[in-house]
């Protein structure tokens, strides 16, 4: 499975919009995007994802890259709630999920 | 979607003892996999459990120390034997349903005397 990349830690103002980014610049033509959470010492939580095309659901979206070597995971308006680690893993349809060590997310009112 | 639960959600347990932890799913699902979480860490990939044969160990696990099974397509349980400190970590129970995504129960923290 292709590696990722994301920074350590980001803060976002409560209301804003969060960008996270991820890079993935190995990926190939058959993995998808995923993107999780996980809230402290809860188990993670599916979020989104995607192949080639923009994603959007009642959580978030995903906007992948055209060349799909990077994406980034945008929260439109953030809560206190949306405080924790993210998670954004590359692997194909049917394989099993390998964890980096994420983004740490903290929202701040 | 699927529901995964497990059980125990915690426990506290002596050193050299064994502890085996339960995982159910709402649904019948194609894949299920054991992980584990230390202190401040990622999580990491223990095994696949396969329904039917033997579950596919990640490197660095091995079956003596965590023996694994699935009898059917919704339970699967995971055993942390000959504990010790070292141990001590949340262990998660994950599934995957049929053309779907993978799902995660809410784990079972262990800590080790």
């Known amino acids: 499975d292709a590696k990722t990349t994301q920074p350590p830690s980001m803060d976002c103002a409560e209301g804003r919009a969060a960008n996270l980014p991820c890079n993935h610049s190995t990926i190939s033509g058959n993995e998808y995007v995923y993107w999780y959470r996980q809230i402290h010492s809860q188990g993670p939580q599916y979020i989104i994802h995607g192949l080639k095309n923009n994603e959007t659901n009642e959580m978030a979206s995903l906007i992948i890259t055209e060349d799909r070597k990077s994406s980034t995971l945008i929260l439109p308006h953030a809560t206190l709630r949306d405080t924790a680690v993210y998670y954004c893993?590359?692997?194909?349809?049917?394989?099993?999920?390998?964890f980096g060590q994420g983004t740490r997310l903290t929202i701040n009112p | 979607s699927a529901v995964i639960s497990q059980k125990p959600s915690r426990d506290i347990c002596q050193r050299g003892t064994s502890l085996t932890i339960q995982c159910q799913v709402d649904s019948q699902v194609t894949m299920m996999f054991w992980y584990r979480q230390q202190p401040g860490q990622s999580l990491t990939l223990i095994a696949t459990a396969n329904q039917g044969s033997e579950a596919t160990y990640e490197s660095g696990f091995v079956i003596d120390k965590f023996p694994i099974s699935r009898p059917n397509l919704t339970f699967s349980t995971l055993t942390v034997s000959n504990m010790s400190p070292e141990d001590s970590s949340i262990y998660l129970c994950s599934a995957r349903p049929l053309a779907d995504t993978q799902y995660f129960g809410p784990g079972t923290r262990l800590t080790v005397l």
């Open positions: 893993i590359v692997s194909q349809g049917a394989q099993k999920l390998v």
